[in-house]
């Protein structure tokens, strides 16, 4: 066993929204372990508290009580501004929609927020490359988001969150707006990435039928998390051993 601590732990959080008089418990005493080279599928029905696990595993909402440890440091004791260099620096974020600037080629929308890690430019476009080139859009550096397929604005948002080779990988229905076959793709890329990079990646889905591309799956209800379990053998996936 090593003793490098897992990339992303969760420790007995609880997240409570405020509601009219009272409170919403969207985490209830969740704790959730991560290692680097792992991927966890989150499942559960709408409402269960997926993306409030997602957005306190991010640093992006305080939870009422418990930790959050990032890489070991505990992300709850910390102060905005260095909570915000803790994200940069550890976290990657990937949601539903790419969110990138119609107005940007593929390897500018990599290399316009990386100047706040301090990297210089020329340096911020060897690595825009090079992430590229990992989600396999090396050839489309130069186009701007309407050159390019939903899936490919899915990998460009993928790059852009590897940027500053983040230790946490935390991603948000990444198939919701794709057909089968580029979502199967983009699960796939995500697999291979989690195991060439060493992260520690969460990622929501509603696609049970992926979920045995991933390491464990555990599910939520009611604020609850249920103890991960492995995903093998969960769902019939014909293709799995496929390179
Ligand atoms: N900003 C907020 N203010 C108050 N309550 C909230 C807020 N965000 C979420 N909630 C409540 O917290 C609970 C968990 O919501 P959350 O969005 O995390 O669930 P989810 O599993 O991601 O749902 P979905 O699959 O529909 O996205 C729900 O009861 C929701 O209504």
């Known amino acids: 066993m090593s003793s490098t601590p897992a ?10 929204y405020p509601d009219g008089d009272g409170t919403v418990r969207a985490l209830d005493a969740v704790d959730l372990s991560v290692h680097g080279g792992q991927m966890v599928s989150l499942v559960g029905p709408s409402g269960s508290g997926k993306s409030s696990l997602l957005a306190v ?3 992006l909402i305080r ?6 440890l990032i890489d070991g440091t505990d992300a709850t ?3 905005d501004k260095d909570l915000a260099v803790l994200r940069r620096e550890k ?8 969110n990138l600037l119609a107005s940007l080629s593929a390897a500018e929308q990599l290399v316009i927020g990386d100047h706040l890690r301090g990297r210089p430019a020329k340096a ?4 825009a490359a090079e992430m590229l080139d990992v989600v396999g859009l090396a050839p489309s550096a130069d186009k701007r988001p309407h050159q390019l ?3 490919q604005r899915q990998r460009v948002n993928i790059a852009r969150a590897l ?5 946490v990988l935390l991603v948000d229905e990444p198939t919701a707006a794709l057909d089968h076959e580029r979502s199967e793709s983009i699960v796939r890329l995500l697999r291979r990435i989690t195991d060439e990079f060493r992260v520690a990646t969460v990622m929501v889905t509603h696609d049970t039928e992926f979920v045995p591309l991933t390491d464990s799956v555990a599910t939520m209800r009611d604020g609850r998390l249920a103890a991960p379990v492995p995903a093998a053998g969960t769902g019939d996936f014909p293709s799995l051993s496929a390179p």
Do not use: C, D
Not at 163 to 167: A, D, I, L, Q, R
């Open 7 to 16: 990339p992303l732990a969760l420790v007995n959080v609880t997240l409570e």
């Open 57 to 59: 595993a991010a640093t």
């Open 63 to 68: 939870p009422t009580h418990g930790l959050v």
């Open 77 to 79: 004791g910390l102060g």
């Open 91 to 98: 976290v990657g974020l990937i949601f539903q929609q790419p």
């Open 124 to 127: 911020a476009r060897a690595k």
């Open 149 to 151: 397929s939903g899936g």
């Open 163 to 167: 940027m500053g080779e983040p230790k």
